[in-house]
């Protein structure tokens, strides 16, 4: 299985925004590829996930909903939480199966995340161990704003402790302004390469963003 798991600093961040992104870069490379969102949380009006919706449409060939998420669940909680009050156990091993199921008829896959690197799925194991169980290389998004620096270094800490490739991180400008020093603060400390920074851009186009990225 190729393909990248994409992890970010925070919930919000810009993940879908960058994981949309590199699936139309793939696809543009005349690779077939899957978006995935494997856990979603957060339903919409006509219920919709709009993680989902973007992955999917953007995959080559598009894809079902089936096909790209796993376990959703309407209220836009933490996915643990939300897994509890539906009465359902998440089981980390189905959402690997079906990672590699869906992987099984392209050449790349795109997996998000949900919220940051650590966050819970069961009691006893999270989004990182899924990562560790793809074992894909990760892209962490970075949501450039003050405190930037310390939740980037904090979660390269915890891929590094899991012993997963990082590929590298992209910063996304989430406001037409960023304190001085962040980003040149990001650019000195960051053990890995920078794949890109997406400016400040509404409304936000995958497209555009692609032709920021150095895809991994
Ligand atoms: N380059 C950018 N320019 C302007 N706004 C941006 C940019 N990147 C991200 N954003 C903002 O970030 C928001 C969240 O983006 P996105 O849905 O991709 O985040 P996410 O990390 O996938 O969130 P979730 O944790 O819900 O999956 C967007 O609605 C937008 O407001
Ligand atoms: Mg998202």
């Given at each position: 299985m190729k393909g990248v798991f994409v992890t970010g600093t925070d919930t919000g961040v810009g993940k879908t925004l960058i994981s949309t992104a590199l699936v139309r870069a793939y696809a543009a490379q005349g690779l077939r590829v899957a978006g995935l969102k494997p856990v979603v949380s957060g339903m919409v009006a006509g219920g919709l996930y709009e993680d989902v919706e973007a992955l999917r449409r953007a995959s080559e060939p598009?894809?079902?909903?089936?096909?790209?998420?796993?376990?959703?669940?309407?209220?836009?909680?933490?996915?643990?939480?939300?897994?509890?009050?539906?009465?359902?156990?998440?089981?980390?091993?189905?959402?690997?199966?079906?990672?590699?199921?869906?992987?099984?008829?392209?050449?790349?896959?795109?997996?998000?995340?949900?919220?940051?690197?650590?966050?819970?799925?069961?009691?006893?194991?999270?989004?990182?161990?899924?990562?560790?169980?793809?074992?894909?290389?990760?892209?962490?998004?970075?949501?450039?704003?003050?405190?930037?620096?310390?939740?980037?270094?904090?979660?390269?800490?915890?891929?590094g402790a899991r012993k997963l490739p990082l590929a590298g991180w992209v910063g996304t400008w989430l406001a037409p302004d960023l304190a001085a020093g962040t980003l040149e603060g990001l650019r000195d400390f960051m053990p890995v390469p920078c794949l890109g920074i997406i400016p400040y851009h509404a409304p936000l186009d995958p497209e555009f963003a692609a032709r920021h990225l150095i895809i991994p």
């Amino acid at each position: 299985m190729k393909g990248v798991f994409v992890t970010g600093t925070d919930t919000g961040v810009g993940k879908t925004l960058i994981s949309t992104a590199l699936v139309r870069a793939y696809a543009a490379q005349g690779l077939r590829v899957a978006g995935l969102k494997p856990v979603v949380s957060g339903m919409v009006a006509g219920g919709l996930y709009e993680d989902v919706e973007a992955l999917r449409r953007a995959s080559e060939p598009p894809r079902t909903v089936g096909e790209c998420a796993l376990y959703a669940f309407p209220p836009a909680i933490a996915p643990h939480f939300a897994a509890g009050q539906a009465g359902c156990r998440i089981d980390l091993q189905a959402i690997e199966r079906f990672v590699r199921e869906q992987a099984r008829d392209v050449e790349r896959v795109v997996v998000e995340g949900a919220g940051g690197f650590l966050v819970p799925l069961t009691p006893t194991a999270g989004f990182a161990d899924l990562a560790a169980a793809l074992a894909l290389p990760v892209v962490l998004v970075v949501g450039l704003r003050l405190g930037a620096i310390n939740h980037a270094l904090l979660t390269c800490e915890a891929i590094g402790a899991r012993k997963l490739p990082l590929a590298g991180w992209v910063g996304t400008w989430l406001a037409p302004d960023l304190a001085a020093g962040t980003l040149e603060g990001l650019r000195d400390f960051m053990p890995v390469p920078c794949l890109g920074i997406i400016p400040y851009h509404a409304p936000l186009d995958p497209e555009f963003a692609a032709r920021h990225l150095i895809i991994p």
